[in-house]
């Protein structure tokens, strides 16, 4: 019962975080230059780190989440918009 629900709590955060990604990305690019590529990566980094939570009984609650997040961080960071901020901000 512990393993499902904290499977259940992983697969929760993963879908918030990625549906604030997208939000996000279509806040700050719009719907021609939403990168559909890096959702897509979310998705599937998503997918791949709930499959390994739900095989290995060691892999803590909080390394997983912290995980995605930070994946989710480093995506976000090669995305157009972010680098024409950055672009914007050093130039």
């Known amino acids: 019962m512990k393993k499902t629900l904290s499977t259940l709590l992983l697969s929760g955060f993963v879908v918030l975080v990625t549906a604030t990604f997208g939000f996000a990305e279509y806040a700050a690019a719009g719907a021609a230059e939403f990168p559909y590529f890096h959702l897509g990566a979310v998705i599937v980094g998503g997918l791949i780190i709930i499959s390994l939570k739900n095989k290995y009984d060691k ?23 972010v680098v024409n901020l950055i672009k914007g901000l050093v130039g």
Do not use: Q
Not at 59 to 81: D, N, Q
């Open 59 to 81: 892999l803590y609650m909080s390394e997983a989440v912290g995980s995605f997040a930070l994946y989710t961080a480093l995506v976000a960071l090669f995305t157009a918009p």
